[in-house]
């Protein structure tokens, strides 16, 4: 979100935009004041107001290893897995395991990269699957069970690559034939397929 703004009223916008959000500002040269909660390569942008470390939504970045707390599931997770992974056909554990090794299980997780919710779907998947609220348990669920849908059918219920394909997008996967050698992705796939295999033996 980028907005343009007169100096004068710099402290107004500081405190109605949201509160969770970095902001970057610099003034141009016929003095508007231009304001951004999207950290950008334009070097005229400075960070004029810091997130707070107490902020409600935790930002992750998909498919990491890096350590993070598991949050505590959202009430009724287990039905809305299973009802989403029985409605489109998707192994309910693998479903788990996807939100497991995205979010955490956090419903307010945001990444830097714009992936949000449960299943960190980015703005344009959510709209593709008609997810309206992407913070909404259910919703997000919903439009991430069917985008794992469809890339199960596009790779041939390939789980690998079906896996590899949610964290770096298809394209990538069929520009390589294959898992793209990115690390992130590599580490992503390994970690979703070992929670996947503990899901199922739990049950």
Not at 80 to 106: C, K, R, W
Not at 152 to 179: C, D, P, S, T, W
């Amino acid at each position: 979100m980028t907005a343009r703004f007169t100096p004068l009223i710099i402290v107004l916008v500081v405190w109605t935009l949201p509160a969770w959000a970095d902001l970057y500002a610099f003034t141009d040269e016929n003095g508007v004041l231009n304001i951004t909660n999207v950290p950008s390569y334009d070097t005229r942008y400075k960070l004029i107001h810091k997130e707070p470390k107490s902020a409600p939504r935790q930002s992750y970045s998909s498919g990491s290893l890096r350590s993070m707390r598991t949050a505590k599931k959202p009430l009724g997770l287990d039905g809305m897995v299973s009802q989403a992974a029985q409605t489109y056909q998707v192994d309910p554990a693998l479903v788990h395991a996807v939100i497991h090794a995205e979010s955490g299980f956090n419903p307010q997780a945001i990444s830097p990269k714009g992936a949000s919710g449960l299943m960190q779907l980015m703005p344009d998947t959510a709209r593709r699957y008609g997810v309206r609220d992407i913070f909404d348990p259910a919703e997000n669920i919903n439009g991430g069970v069917r985008y794992l849908r469809d890339l199960l059918q596009m790779f041939g219920q390939n789980k690998r690559l079906a896996v590899a394909a949610y964290n770096a997008g298809e394209n990538a996967v069929l520009r390589f034939g294959g898992i793209p050698p990115y690390p992130e992705t590599t580490h992503y796939v390994s970690r979703v397929l070992s929670l996947h295999s503990r899901y199922r033996r739990s049950g």
